[in-house]
């Protein structure tokens, strides 16, 4: 981490017109990741320098860029804002390389979403985690709370559907559900 902090540093003395950086925070602990990360963005904005910064964090890429590119296997999914890829992912992979870290994007067969009319036949329907809300078993999709995370300032909450699919629910507030409660 430190051998890290010390070439960005080297680099910002040249004045380069170019900063190419290749996963500059992957051995940094938590704090000193998004301290360093603030600290980046505000070199860029203020050195005014084109930077590409190659990462697989969805967190560096949707705080620090302007422009996002999504690659696999070398080859380019989906070009564009960060926010225009979160909210108009081209597939299903661009929409999972911007969730957040312990979250899945959630899928279900579009079978199991009868309210979902535009889906095509055979497909699949991705709900971002803050997209699920939890209702009765008799107004939603039937399911089993199988984990509570209680992290202070929102819930995630873990349910497991009848037709045997993981979901995960992200509430902006304190959940009073628990393991085992039937919820829809």
Known sequence: GQRQRVAIGRAIVRAPKVFLFDEPLSNLDAALRGQTRVEIAQLHRDLGATTIYVTHDQVEAMTLADRVVVLRDGLIEQVGSPLDLYDHPVNQFVAQFLARHNERLNTLPAAVQAAAPAAA??????????????????TGV???????????????????????????????????????????
């Open 121 to 138: 036949k055979g497909g699949s329907i991705g709900l971002r985690p803050e997209g699920v809300r939890l209702t009765d078993v008799a």
């Open 142 to 184: 039937p399911a089993k709370v199988v984990l509570v995370e209680a992290l202070g300032a929102e819930t995630l909450i873990y349910v497991k559907t009848n037709e045997g699919a993981q979901m995960v629910a992200r509430q902006a507030d304190r959940a009073h559900v628990q393991v085992g409660a039937e919820v829809g």
